[in-house]
């Protein structure tokens, strides 16, 4: 999946995932998609939780040598 922002994350335990991500959606324009990279598991029930709670939308995610990417697409 092709985003227009990526933000890493990895090395970061919960919440600061979500919270770096919630930072930086205040910045893209609504439709801009944004890839989080991570490596706490959390991140996988936390981020589509945290986008159904803020209208954003969950585009998936993918992982790959303990590197979790999810999608999301500004509201």
């Known amino acids: 999946m092709k985003a227009d922002f990526s933000l890493e994350c990895t090395g970061l335990s919960c919440p600061m995932p979500i919270i770096q991500t ?8 609504p439709g801009e998609i944004l890839a989080v990279q991570a490596d ?3 991140i996988k029930e936390d981020m589509p939780a945290w986008c159904k709670t ?5 585009l998936g995610m993918k992982e790959e040598n ?10």
């Open 40 to 42: 706490d598991e959390g």
């Open 54 to 58: 803020t209208g954003n939308e969950f």
């Open 22 to 29: 919630s930072r930086k959606m205040k910045e893209l324009k």
């Open 66 to 75: 303990g590197i979790i990417t999810v999608y999301v697409r500004k509201k």
